[in-house]
């Protein structure tokens, strides 16, 4: 039996477990920190945080701290029983357990066994529960975890916990980070974290080798983590680096300059020659805030600069600022502010709706109040809208909640999801709500149930691309076989598409999803792709993920792949010749 599996580690494992338990009960989010620097240098690890001492309180009961107080009595086979279970059920938030039972499970087994184990459970395995086996395995044994020649389905997660514990050697991990994916999201927290606990770690990602695409995104969150210190510094580190898309960097900065010092931010700003924005397409108020440089009388531009400032604000305080801004009213544009997006958040949007009726009539009044009551759908839809029509108020946001289907339509649509939305793919018009009430339906079944909503949307035969049913279609396939599916469950999603009986479906689910699969896994997608795919798009995807093997694995795995016996001797070429091209260019 291995060391690790002493006694002491099941005392350690407990311990852990307690730890866990401690952690809920303070609401403290179970993650590794960094702290001071250690003697050994400015740039060794941050040595561990010592465990947490026993709370003066009684600690709150609830079935989460039941359930890890039973969590160390376990055996191996009631461990794995368990797990099985989670992943039957398909339940989300489930990630804290599932970490306390494979510390358990850990004290029996070896992390080898478990993961063979882990990988023959059949139907979906969601790729961010892999990181509640890391969490458990890297508590355990460190370095075996870490090791990056082992499980590579885990190095999403190393490249996390490298960031997070704040190890100066966390680039050599980056290779494993896509954007787009909830381990990149995560990452950029994380980096923009230790840009402000240990800034000369953070640094290090300056020289190291990152991909052009997500360059400017990593970096960007170590500056805006950098900026909440001291943005003019943060700027000048920027400045004196070189890589692509810097401009969004920039914007990161921004972004928080903005936030204590608007006319010393905008007068940077424009020294740099910065006239473009943000895409629109992004929400976030941090963005949405540096819109007040381009329209600094909007009044949606002063509403989400105040509450990018301040996001406790309340509703009286942010009325009266609208009232003292030098607001154009007559360029106002119907777009809801950040106060319903990831903004100021009322708890009880309801009272505030109610504190703002009060409010003098006027422009500003209804600006706060429609904000409030677009809030308020989010959780009472016909509640906020049967106010918002007492109150006379009118916009296009609050129109297209009106139209968007009921709770009645939901009900009935439930009953037999597939009769009802099969009308999607007819011309004719749907009997009973219309179209896009029946769409926004199919969507909201695509991500609550993506592995029924997958297997019955790819056995409808698609309309042409010239009928009026084409497009919402689409959107649905792409949607539920892509983002819903593919996104949170790469390997699982890819699996499917496999056991698909004919050769048309098989490659018509692949292109929906391939793109979210090659973030986390080029070298599947490639081989997915020479597989499955046929005609003239074929070479661009396999190019395409070829070149993503080179970035993210090496360009040995990415030769390796051009023997495969599913690629033509003049596909092996051109592909041979764009590797070649690739590499000569990465060299300069």
Same mark, same amino acid.
């Given at each position: 039996?291995?060391?690790?599996?002493?006694?002491?580690?099941?005392?350690?494992?407990?311990?852990?477990?307690? *730890?866990?338990?401690?952690?809920?009960?303070?609401?403290?989010?179970?993650?590794?920190?960094?702290?001071?620097?250690?003697?050994?240098?400015?740039?060794?690890?941050?040595?561990?945080?010592?465990?947490?001492?026993?709370?003066?309180?009684?600690?709150?009961?609830?079935?989460?701290?039941?359930?890890?107080?039973?969590?160390?009595?376990?055996?191996?086979?009631?461990?794995?029983?368990?797990?099985?279970?989670?992943?039957?059920?398909?339940?989300?938030?489930?990630?804290?357990?599932?970490?306390?039972?494979?510390?358990?499970?850990?004290?029996?087994?070896?992390?080898?066994?478990?993961? #063979?184990?882990?990988?023959?459970?059949?139907?979906?395995? @969601?790729?961010?529960?892999?990181?509640?086996?890391?969490?458990?395995?890297?508590?355990?044994?460190?370095?075996?975890?870490?090791?990056?020649?082992?499980?590579?389905?885990?190095?999403?997660?190393?490249?996390?916990?490298?960031?997070?514990?704040?190890?100066?050697?966390?680039?050599?991990?980056?290779?494993?980070?896509?954007?787009?994916?909830?381990?990149?999201?995560?990452?950029?927290?994380?980096?923009?974290?230790?840009?402000?606990?240990?800034?000369?770690?953070? @640094?290090?990602?300056?020289?190291?080798?990152?991909?052009?695409?997500?360059?400017?995104?990593?970096?960007?969150? %170590?500056?805006?983590?950098?900026?909440? +210190?001291?943005?003019?510094?943060?700027?000048?580190?920027?400045?004196?680096?070189?890589?692509?898309?810097?401009?969004?960097?920039?914007?990161?900065?921004?972004?928080?300059?903005?936030?204590?010092?608007?006319?010393? #931010?905008?007068?940077?700003?424009?020294?740099?020659?910065?006239?473009?924005?943000?895409?629109?397409?992004?929400?976030?108020?941090?963005?949405?805030?540096?819109?007040?440089?381009?329209?600094?009388?909007?009044?949606?531009?002063?509403?989400?600069?105040?509450?990018?400032?301040?996001?406790?604000?309340?509703?009286?305080?942010?009325?009266?600022?609208?009232?003292?801004?030098? %607001?154009?009213?007559?360029?106002?544009?119907?777009?809801?502010?950040?106060?319903?997006?990831?903004?100021?958040?009322?708890?009880?949007?309801?009272?505030?709706?109610?504190?703002?009726?009060?409010?003098?009539?006027?422009?500003?009044?209804?600006?706060?109040?429609?904000?409030?009551?677009?809030?308020?759908?989010?959780?009472?839809?016909?509640? #906020?809208?049967?106010?918002?029509?007492?109150?006379?108020?009118?916009?296009?946001?609050?129109?297209?909640?009106?139209?968007?289907?009921?709770?009645?339509?939901?009900?009935?649509?439930?009953?037999?999801?597939?009769?009802?939305?099969?009308?999607?793919?007819?011309?004719?018009?749907?009997?009973?709500?219309?179209?896009?009430?029946?769409?926004?339906?199919?969507?909201?079944?695509?991500?609550?149930?993506?592995?029924?909503?997958?297997?019955?949307?790819?056995?409808?035969?698609?309309?042409?691309?010239?009928?009026?049913?084409?497009? +919402?279609?689409?959107?649905?396939?792409?949607?539920?076989?892509?983002?819903?599916?593919?996104?949170?469950?790469?390997?699982?999603?890819?699996?499917?598409?496999?056991?698909?009986?004919?050769?048309?479906?098989?490659?018509?689910?692949?292109? #929906?999803?391939?793109?979210?699969?090659?973030?986390?896994?080029?070298?599947?997608?490639?081989?997915?792709?020479?597989?499955?795919?046929?005609?003239?798009?074929?070479?661009?995807?396999?190019?395409?993920?070829?070149?993503?093997?080179? @970035?993210?694995? *090496?360009?040995?795995?990415?030769?390796?792949?051009?023997?495969?016996?599913?690629?033509?001797?003049?596909? @092996?070429? %051109?592909?041979?010749?764009?590797?070649?091209?690739?590499?000569?260019?990465?060299?300069?």
């Amino acid at each position: 039996m291995k060391d690790w599996k002493s006694a002491s580690t099941t005392w350690i494992c407990g311990a852990a477990l307690l *730890g866990l338990a401690l952690g809920l009960a303070c609401q403290i989010s179970f993650q590794h920190l960094a702290s001071s620097p250690s003697e050994a240098g400015p740039l060794a690890p941050p040595p561990r945080t010592k465990e947490a001492q026993a709370p003066t309180l009684p600690l709150a009961s609830g079935p989460t701290s039941a359930f890890l107080g039973k969590v160390t009595k376990l055996s191996a086979a009631e461990c794995e029983s368990m797990v099985h279970d989670i992943n039957e059920l398909q339940e989300q938030d489930r990630e804290i357990e599932l970490e306390a039972l494979f510390r358990q499970w850990l004290t029996f087994e070896d992390a080898d066994g478990i993961l #063979a184990k882990i990988y023959d459970l059949k139907g979906v395995w @969601r790729s961010e529960w892999s990181l509640s086996f890391f969490n458990a395995w890297v508590a355990v044994d460190e370095q075996a975890a870490m090791a990056q020649t082992e499980h590579n389905t885990l190095n999403s997660a190393r490249a996390l916990f490298a960031i997070e514990s704040g190890r100066p050697d966390f680039t050599s991990y980056f290779s494993a980070l896509s954007m787009g994916t909830p381990f990149g999201d995560r990452a950029l927290a994380a980096l923009t974290s230790l840009a402000r606990s240990r800034p000369d770690i953070a @640094r290090l990602i300056a020289d190291s080798s990152i991909k052009d695409d997500a360059k400017a995104k990593f970096i960007g969150a %170590v500056a805006r983590g950098l900026a909440l +210190e001291d943005p003019e510094s943060a700027l000048a580190w920027v400045q004196a680096m070189e890589f692509p898309n810097k401009k969004e960097t920039y914007f990161s900065i921004f972004s928080e300059w903005i936030r204590t010092d608007v006319k010393g #931010a905008q007068a940077a700003y424009e020294q740099l020659g910065l006239t473009d924005l943000p895409s629109s397409h992004q929400p976030q108020i941090a963005s949405m805030a540096l819109r007040f440089f381009a329209a600094p009388d909007s009044p949606l531009s002063h509403a989400n600069l105040a509450l990018h400032t301040d996001p406790f604000i309340d509703v009286a305080t942010l009325h009266q600022k609208l009232l003292d801004s030098e %607001v154009d009213w007559g360029t106002r544009r119907y777009l809801s502010a950040a106060i319903n997006n990831d903004g100021w958040y009322g708890v009880d949007p309801a009272a505030d709706a109610q504190k703002a009726a009060s409010l003098p009539p006027g422009e500003a009044r209804d600006f706060v109040l429609t904000a409030i009551c677009l809030n308020w759908a989010a959780h009472d839809t016909e509640a #906020a809208l049967q106010f918002a029509s007492e109150q006379g108020l009118e916009s296009k946001e609050l129109q297209h909640l009106r139209d968007k289907p009921t709770e009645a339509m939901r009900q009935l649509v439930s009953s037999s999801p597939e009769r009802y939305f099969s009308q999607l793919f007819s011309t004719d018009e749907p009997t009973e709500m219309n179209r896009d009430q029946l769409h926004a339906l199919a969507m909201e079944w695509g991500k609550s149930d993506p592995v029924k909503a997958a297997n019955w949307v790819i056995t409808q035969e698609m309309p042409s691309k010239d009928q009026a049913a084409s497009l +919402e279609t689409y959107i649905l396939l792409d949607n539920t076989l892509g983002f819903n599916w593919g996104y949170h469950d790469p390997l699982g999603a890819s699996r499917w598409v496999e056991d698909l009986p004919e050769a048309p479906q098989r490659a018509t689910a692949w292109r #929906a999803m391939e793109d979210y699969v090659m973030r986390y896994s080029p070298d599947i997608a490639f081989t997915m792709s020479a597989v499955y795919l046929e005609g003239e798009v074929r070479g661009n995807y396999l190019k395409k993920h070829l070149s993503e093997v080179a @970035r993210n694995i *090496g360009y040995p795995a990415a030769f390796e792949l051009l023997k495969s016996p599913d690629i033509s001797a003049a596909e @092996r070429s %051109v592909l041979h010749e764009s590797l070649n091209t690739m590499k000569g260019g990465a060299k300069q």
